[in-house]
């Protein structure tokens, strides 16, 4: 018989929950682009392949987690601000791509695999509650 300790439980928690957020992230990521493929019809295809958006989906699935966490301990009512902030902030490149030959297609399809990823972390970690590293006021 395994005993388990809280520590366990707890990382086992968070790495399922990074799990099924990467794994929705990178489902519903690989439809966004290809449908965004479809209506990228003389563009350059930014972002739209395999090798550029999977990769990028879990670096924003594991920044997303640690920064969700570092907020949620540190300062749980930043998170109501600092979350959407976040998320215009990453819209920022994706926008500039319409400078470089990419469509408004391309760029809508980008943003909204931002939305996804951010709409995974948020879905993964609304309940997750780290320890305070001091004590609670």
């Known amino acids: 018989m395994t005993v388990t300790t809280p520590s366990t ?3 086992r928690t968070i790495a399922l929950r990074l ?3 990467a ?3 990178l489902v519903a990521n690989a439809a966004i682009a290809l449908a965004t493929s479809q209506f990228d019809d003389g563009g350059i295809g930014a972002g739209l392949a395999p090798t550029e958006y999977l990769p990028l989906t879990l670096i924003g699935i594991v920044l997303g987690a640690v920064g969700w966490t570092l907020l949620a ?3 749980p009512r930043a998170l109501r601000v600092v979350v959407p902030v976040a998320l215009v902030l990453t819209w920022i490149p994706d926008v ?6 990419a469509t408004p ?3 809508i399809g980008l943003m909204a695999m931002h939305v996804v990823v951010t709409i995974a972390v948020v ?3 609304r309940g997750h509650r780290p320890e305070s590293a ?3 006021r």
């Open 73 to 75: 301990r540190y300062a």
């Open 123 to 125: 879905a993964a970690f």
């Open 134 to 136: 001091s004590p609670a």
């Open 96 to 101: 500039l791509l319409l400078n470089t030959g």
């Open 105 to 107: 297609g391309n760029v």
């Open 23 to 25: 794994m929705i992230a």
């Open 19 to 21: 799990g099924v957020a």
């Open 9 to 11: 439980t707890s990382a």
